[in-house]
């Protein structure tokens, strides 16, 4: 089995903040994500897809038709977003990096298979700031 990678980017506003609190335990939990006007990240985002390799190509995965399908996919759905407005795959979560991990497996789970039969789905992994990321895998 090998694993194929293939890294993107993109930046989407967000806050966190969960309603059902006050305004002081919210900024003690999540500190300035909870700033109220929003504020901006640059996520960085590696999909890892995995199989055998092709005996006609030598590739588990066309990286090109893979970058086309997160772009159309996850990146426009993203970036330059408020992920707790305008993101519908978002839409009544709390817009962390480990819920948008979770989003973006669903979509690209399903959307897969458009560019592949053989490799599946590995791994999510999702960088909110150089030093914070999540992996997820399904
Ligand atoms: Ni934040």
Redesign the pocket.
Known sequence: MIYVSRHEHFNAA?K?YNSSWTKEKNEEVFG??ANENW?G?NFDLIVTVKGEPNQDTGFVVDLKKLSTLIRKEVIEVFDHKNLNLDVEVMRGKMASTENMAIEIWKILQSTLPNITSTARLHCVKLY?TPRNFVEYFG
């Open positions: 967000h966190l300035p994500c504020h990240h909110e």
